[in-house]
């Protein structure tokens, strides 16, 4: 069974970082690229970072490049999503997945493409 599990979210002024992690089960995430995504009351969910199934290259929303940072964890199948210079309009719930094709030379920003999908992490950042 494959199984998503988010943590670090919480509450922080704006200016502030957080990290939060993803630790994934069932699958060989290695093949796979993984992707955070998140969701603001009354607002579609977001492509927020990905990266490569290689762990080789990151790729970002322009709201969020040169503040967020995703990476591979220390421990196997864990990605990382560092945040720092954190916003009010970065608040929501933040999602992490893993996208449906093998290996994918290119990962997408479509969530529609993600097949696996964690219960989410609460963000919110305060002005």
């Known amino acids: 069974q494959v199984q998503l599990v988010e943590s670090g979210g919480g509450l922080v002024q704006a200016g502030g970082s957080l990290t939060l992690s993803c630790a994934a089960s069932?699958?060989?995430?290695?093949?796979?690229?993984m992707a955070w995504f998140r969701q603001a009351p009354g607002h579609e969910r977001e492509f927020v970072a990905a990266?490569?199934?290689?762990?080789?290259?990151?790729y970002y929303a322009d709201s969020v490049k040169g503040r967020f940072t995703m990476s591979r964890g220390n421990a196997k199948d864990t990605v990382v999503l560092q945040m720092n210079n954190l916003k009010p309009e970065d608040t929501g719930i933040y999602y992490c997945?893993?996208?449906?094709?093998?290996?994918?030379?290119?990962?997408?920003?479509?969530?529609?493409?993600?097949?696996?999908w964690g219960q989410g992490t609460q963000v919110t950042v305060s002005s």
């Open positions: 997945a893993t996208e449906s094709t093998r290996q994918h030379n290119k990962p997408s920003r479509a969530p529609e493409v993600y097949d696996y």
């Open positions: 069932g699958r060989t995430f290695s093949s796979y690229a």
């Open positions: 990266i490569k199934w290689s762990g080789t290259s990151t």
